[in-house]
């Protein structure tokens, strides 16, 4: 299997444009969860979905940020309008099962001016 | 709210010295522990899973658990420089897991 894949790996935009970030778990996978890693406040979970449906969003910061899941195979994480403190890498991961191992995209680099 | 507590370090150690890395997480009803590690400028990549009290070992690492002290350590022996990174601890029971800040760790040759 390739592994999580995400796309863009790097995104330099202006504050106020919509940013659109993409994943495609591990197939079979039925767990996805978007994360936002920041020196200052690490590695935080932002929303997970089981089996296409979102579960938990508590951690998405603001109305801002909304994410999907319309198939098994591909995941968005939308931030609109961007705002310079949304910049972070994000993280997208799957597992199996909740308790079990996530694995890790590569991650996207957002820089937001 | 579930707290996940480590030395976010530098811990800096010489090669071949045995590394030794500690985690407290606050939820005493946690059931499965993970140590991941993070190279610089990539993403966290699985090096050990335990469930139980006791010693898991994995070629130079060995992971430690000890619930009635919550906490979990992970020794790395014969250190390497290719061992430096940051090492991430995540806790989790019946939810998703909650990491760790890390503690980044040097190796010096």
């Known amino acids: 299997d390739a592994g999580v894949i995400q796309s863009p790996r790097h995104e330099v935009t202006e504050m106020g444009q919509e940013v659109t970030l993409r994943c495609k778990p591990i197939?079979?996978?039925?767990?996805l969860f978007w994360y936002r890693q920041t020196m200052m406040r690490g590695l935080e979970l932002l929303i997970y979905f089981n089996n296409n449906v979102p579960i938990d969003d508590s951690g998405m910061p603001e109305d801002r940020f909304s994410a999907k899941m319309p198939n098994a195979s591909f995941s968005t994480l939308k931030i609109q309008p961007s705002e310079p403190r949304d910049s972070a890498v994000y993280f997208c991961?799957?597992?199996?099962?909740?308790?079990?191992?996530?694995?890790f995209g590569p991650g996207t680099r957002l820089l937001v001016l | 709210q579930k707290e996940v507590e480590q030395n976010s370090g530098p811990l800096s150690v010489p090669e071949g010295a045995i590394a030794s890395l500690n985690c407290t997480y606050s939820?005493?009803?946690?059931?499965?522990f993970f140590w991941y590690r993070q190279y610089s400028g990539k993403s966290p990549e699985l090096i050990m899973s335990?469930?139980?009290?006791g010693d898991k070992e994995d070629g130079r690492f060995t992971a430690q658990l000890n619930k009635a002290s919550q906490y979990v350590s992970l020794l790395i022996r014969d250190s390497q420089p290719s061992d430096s990174a940051t090492y991430l601890c995540?806790?989790?029971?019946?939810?998703?897991?909650?990491f760790g800040k890390g503690t980044r760790l040097s190796v010096i040759a």
């Open positions: 995540a806790v989790n029971e019946d939810t998703p897991l909650v």
């Open positions: 197939s079979g996978h039925d767990y």
């Open positions: 335990i469930y139980s009290n």
């Open positions: 939820d005493r009803v946690s059931q499965s």
């Open positions: 991961a799957s597992s199996l099962r909740q308790q079990e191992t996530q694995y």
